[in-house]
């Protein structure tokens, strides 16, 4: 999984919370999101992405903020394999990520802190 920084200038915490189904290969799920006017910030990880973190991921929307529930489909932004996802993240969620050790400043994932206390013994 690669992970972009976004451009956004605004606050996460200053846009409305609404749900949004995803769907992936078919199945959805509903999950929290703030809507900006052409684009939803997740506000949980999704199943369509596990085990990749995605609280703070941008996804393309149309509906305007305050609309009835969207449906997305990430099949395609998923692809084929996880390994091939790319994800553009929020700065907010980007900074978090590189505070808390998830990725390093390329966007690239970080081991688990657990796999990177064995890597440091060896």
């Known amino acids: 999984m ?52 995605s609280w703070g991921a941008v996804l393309p929307s149309t509906n305007p903020p305050g609309a009835a529930r969207e449906v997305i489909d990430v099949t395609k932004i998923r692809g084929s394999s996880p390994k091939s996802l790319v994800l553009t993240f929020h700065p907010e969620a980007w900074d978090s990520m590189l505070k808390s050790n998830i990725i390093d400043t390329e966007g690239n994932l970080l081991p688990p802190p657990e796999e990177q206390e064995k890597t440091d013994e060896d």
């Open 2 to 53: 690669k992970c972009i920084k976004g451009n956004q200038t605004y606050q996460i915490e200053d846009l409305p919370l609404q749900k949004v189904n995803l769907v992936a290969d078919g199945e959805t799920e509903g999950l929290w999101v703030r809507q900006a006017e052409h684009e939803v910030i997740l506000q949980n990880h999704a199943f369509a992405f596990f085990p990749y973190p």
